[in-house]
């Protein structure tokens, strides 16, 4: 036994035991220890605390969080793929107290009705329509924007806004251009309605901010501003494994994350659930505590030395993402842009936090994402996106109108690493798939909790994919080369096309809004498609892991949460949704975390 004093002084027992502190588990904590006063309630969080730190409430520090050498992010790599041109997709995940909602890029985008009808219709989830789920979001939500408006909240401890300042003028530029180019595709107050009204319009984008300029996130909404005595919440606390006996979860064992306490002891640690426990890591945290425990497929379990205690073929499997893919345009040097910001220039940053202190404005009250479009092809346009696509459509789109293709921005900057870039102004021509059809997973390779997991993103693996990031492509250029502060693609990241092909890159200022579309051939569709390959990204909108489905199509827990085959064991995260949903997920996991929490609530007696 090591010698060493531990960071937390932890009891050996509770009634309610949580893996994970993120953004479902911090909303699942706080309502039940609200709702019953005389239960004991324990929150095991991996990464660090969150509270009262800058970084975590002034909006514009979101990159920050990407940085290597970030304690706030889990970054799992995975396998090298042909799809993605032999490369290795790196996918972050939060990794401190309040999970996602504290690192996020603050974009309120929520799913459509049909994607929660799915989860009830389509695998029998009673319970999980969209009649059930909307009522979670408008629970979670205060909605500044307009308190009264239909399908959002008006009372929760979010905050949702346009933040503190005006839009940049890349955004209203983006709002101006796209309905003039497109006259099918017009502007709306409403892009967030959850229906088909909500498709093909172009809108003003909310964020998870305050009109004061903070950050809404769960940490700092459900848990440190209040004072629940009932509740210990500890961060540096990598559960190992569940405890199971006889078929029912007794409890959990940790240890310390040296990431977070580097000196801590590092032997194992048992705490009691006398009630129940609920495994909340998240899509890519929670298959490995599931699989470490003994529950999952058995042949990935045997390969990694782990006795079987539950064969559930489904846990680690189902992954999916939004494939992220982002085409850098050059700005007017003029253009306010995120891009020095980015570049950590030092009297960029000296502004912004004089301006934030004073009156939170300026670039650190918002996000990178003013304005954007849920787009979804019109009938004419369905054979552009070519006959490998139509299969696709016809099962995930066709019939359900409230459902978009891809959801698509041009953003003041270019949020990635720009060390190696030359120092311009950029704006980022980003679009996202709603309805990925590719699929990947996630899977232990031994006992270690430390160890890095066997990850396959999946990305691109379907060509349906491919095709509509084509299609995406061409979209989103049409609108940039309009607009007034475009002044030229940045070329190194775009497709490669001929010198004397018409989708040469050669344009250095914008052209007419009724200026003629460009035309490509089968040879710049292939250019496209490599470049495709080469540039699509994670979204960080992991889910699907440890879906909500039956047991025979490798499901893993029910419509209650609870885990197949185990007794008082729940898992409540984005690794349960059985199917994707076409948004940003901070959305999805704030209904959820409010769903599991009425769930929970019901079973211990009292309605929330």
């Given at each position: 036994?090591?010698?060493?004093?531990?960071?937390?002084?932890?009891?050996?027992?509770?009634?309610?035991?949580?893996?994970?502190?993120?953004?479902?588990?911090c909303?699942i904590?706080?309502?039940?220890?609200?709702?019953f006063?005389?239960?004991?309630i324990l929150?095991?969080?991996?990464?660090?605390?969150?509270e009262?730190?800058?970084?975590?409430?002034?909006?514009?520090r979101?990159?920050?969080?990407?940085?290597?050498?970030?304690?706030?992010?889990?970054?799992?790599?995975?396998?090298?793929?042909?799809?993605?041109?032999?490369?290795?997709?790196?996918?972050?995940?939060?990794?401190?107290?309040?999970?996602g909602?504290?690192?996020?890029f603050?974009?309120?985008?929520?799913p459509?009705a049909?994607?929660?009808?799915?989860?009830?219709?389509?695998?029998?989830?009673?319970?999980?329509?969209?009649?059930?789920?909307?009522?979670?979001?408008?629970?979670?939500?205060?909605y500044?924007?307009d308190?009264?408006?239909?399908t959002?909240?008006?009372?929760g401890?979010?905050?949702?806004?346009?933040?503190r300042?005006?839009?940049l003028?890349?955004?209203r530029?983006?709002?101006?251009?796209?309905?003039?180019?497109?006259?099918n595709?017009?502007?709306?107050?409403?892009?967030?309605?959850l229906?088909?009204?909500?498709?093909n319009v172009?809108?003003?984008?909310?964020?998870?901010?305050?009109?004061?300029?903070?950050?809404?996130?769960?940490?700092?909404?459900?848990?440190?501003?209040?004072?629940?005595?009932?509740?210990?919440?500890?961060?540096?606390?990598?559960?190992?494994?569940?405890?199971?006996?006889?078929?029912?979860?007794?409890?959990?064992?940790?240890?310390f994350?040296?990431?977070?306490?580097?000196?801590a002891?590092?032997?194992?640690?048992?705490?009691?659930a006398?009630?129940?426990?609920?495994?909340?890591?998240?899509?890519?945290?929670s298959?490995?505590?599931?699989?470490?425990?003994?529950?999952?497929?058995?042949e990935i379990?045997?390969?990694?030395?782990?006795?079987?205690?539950?064969?559930l073929?489904?846990?680690?499997?189902?992954?999916?993402?939004?494939?992220?893919?982002?085409?850098?345009?050059?700005?007017?040097?003029?253009?306010?842009?995120?891009?020095?910001?980015?570049?950590?220039?030092?009297?960029?940053?000296?502004?912004?936090?004089?301006?934030?202190?004073?009156?939170?404005?300026?670039?650190?009250?918002?996000?990178?994402v003013?304005?954007?479009?849920?787009?979804?092809?019109?009938?004419?346009?369905l054979?552009?996106?070519?006959p490998?696509?139509?299969?696709?459509?016809?099962?995930?789109?066709?019939n359900?109108?409230?459902r978009?293709?891809?959801?698509?921005?041009?953003?003041?900057?270019?949020?990635?690493?720009?060390s190696?870039?030359?120092?311009?102004?950029?704006?980022?021509s980003?679009?996202?798939?709603?309805?990925?059809?590719?699929?990947?997973?996630?899977h232990?390779?031994?006992?270690?909790?430390?160890?890095v997991?066997?990850?396959?993103?999946g990305?691109?693996?379907n060509?349906?994919?491919?095709?509509?990031?084509?299609?995406?492509y061409?979209?989103?250029?049409?609108?940039?080369?309009?607009?007034?502060a475009?002044?030229?693609?940045?070329?190194?990241?775009h497709p490669?096309?001929?010198?004397?092909?018409?989708?040469?890159?050669?344009?250095?200022?914008?052209?007419p809004?009724?200026?003629p579309?460009?035309?490509?051939?089968?040879?710049d569709?292939?250019?496209?498609?490599?470049?495709?390959?080469?540039?699509?990204?994670?979204?960080?909108?992991?889910?699907?892991?440890?879906?909500?489905?039956?047991?025979?199509?490798?499901g893993?827990v029910?419509?209650?949460?609870?885990?197949?085959g185990?007794?008082?064991?729940?898992?409540?995260?984005?690794?349960i949704?059985?199917?994707?949903v076409?948004?940003?997920?901070?959305s999805?996991?704030?209904a959820?975390?409010e769903?599991?929490?009425?769930?929970?609530?019901?079973?211990?007696g009292?309605?929330?």
């Amino acid at each position: 036994m090591s010698t060493l004093a531990p960071p937390h002084q932890i009891h050996t027992e509770y009634d309610l035991v949580f893996a994970g502190g993120g953004t479902a588990a911090c909303i699942i904590a706080s309502r039940l220890a609200v709702a019953f006063p005389d239960l004991s309630i324990l929150v095991l969080e991996r990464g660090p605390t969150t509270e009262s730190k800058m970084e975590h409430i002034q909006p514009g520090r979101f990159l920050t969080h990407l940085a290597p050498e970030s304690k706030t992010m889990q970054f799992y790599t995975s396998t090298p793929s042909e799809h993605v041109a032999g490369r290795s997709v790196v996918v972050p995940a939060g990794r401190c107290i309040g999970g996602g909602s504290s690192v996020n890029f603050m974009v309120y985008n929520r799913p459509s009705a049909s994607d929660f009808d799915a989860w009830e219709k389509e695998f029998g989830n009673a319970g999980w329509s969209a009649n059930d789920m909307i009522p979670m979001l408008q629970k979670a939500e205060t909605y500044e924007i307009d308190p009264n408006k239909s399908t959002h909240g008006s009372d929760g401890p979010l905050k949702v806004s346009f933040g503190r300042d005006e839009m940049l003028d890349i955004g209203r530029q983006y709002l101006e251009i796209g309905p003039k180019l497109d006259k099918n595709r017009p502007r709306s107050d409403e892009g967030n309605g959850l229906n088909e009204e909500s498709i093909n319009v172009f809108f003003q984008c909310p964020k998870w901010s305050s009109t004061d300029g903070c950050r809404s996130d769960v940490a700092h909404h459900y848990i440190y501003n209040k004072n629940l005595e009932n509740l210990s919440v500890f961060d540096g606390c990598l559960v190992d494994r569940i405890v199971i006996k006889d078929g029912v979860a007794t409890g959990l064992e940790y240890i310390f994350d040296t990431r977070v306490y580097e000196s801590a002891p590092q032997d194992i640690r048992s705490v009691k659930a006398l009630k129940l426990v609920v495994v909340s890591a998240g899509a890519m945290g929670s298959p490995p505590i599931l699989e470490r425990s003994g529950l999952g497929k058995k042949e990935i379990l045997e390969k990694a030395g782990i006795s079987v205690v539950n064969d559930l073929s489904g846990v680690g499997a189902n992954y999916q993402d939004h494939a992220f893919y982002i085409s850098p345009y050059i700005a007017d040097p003029d253009s306010i842009t995120f891009d020095l910001l980015f570049r950590g220039d030092p009297e960029t940053w000296r502004i912004a936090r004089e301006k934030w202190e004073k009156d939170r404005s300026g670039l650190l009250s918002t996000n990178i994402v003013d304005s954007c479009i849920k787009m979804r092809p019109l009938p004419h346009e369905l054979d552009e996106l070519g006959p490998e696509f139509m299969d696709y459509w016809n099962e995930v789109l066709a019939n359900k109108p409230d459902r978009p293709l891809f959801w698509h921005t041009i953003s003041p900057g270019l949020p990635a690493d720009q060390s190696a870039l030359p120092p311009l102004k950029f704006m980022s021509s980003a679009s996202i798939l709603g309805y990925p059809a590719s699929r990947g997973h996630i899977h232990v390779v031994s006992k270690d909790p430390y160890a890095v997991p066997d990850f396959h993103a999946g990305y691109l693996s379907n060509p349906a994919d491919v095709s509509a990031l084509r299609w995406a492509y061409k979209k989103g250029r049409e609108l940039t080369r309009r607009m007034p502060a475009f002044r030229g693609a940045f070329a190194p990241a775009h497709p490669q096309f001929a010198a004397d092909s018409p989708a040469a890159l050669t344009e250095t200022r914008p052209v007419p809004v009724d200026a003629p579309n460009i035309v490509y051939s089968a040879e710049d569709d292939k250019a496209i498609d490599a470049n495709i390959r080469q540039m699509v990204q994670t979204t960080w909108h992991s889910l699907g892991t440890c879906a909500m489905k039956p047991l025979p199509q490798g499901g893993v827990v029910d419509s209650k949460l609870n885990v197949h085959g185990v007794q008082n064991l729940k898992v409540a995260d984005l690794s349960i949704p059985p199917s994707n949903v076409n948004s940003n997920t901070y959305s999805t996991a704030v209904a959820i975390g409010e769903k599991a929490a009425m769930i929970i609530a019901e079973e211990l007696g009292c309605t929330l």
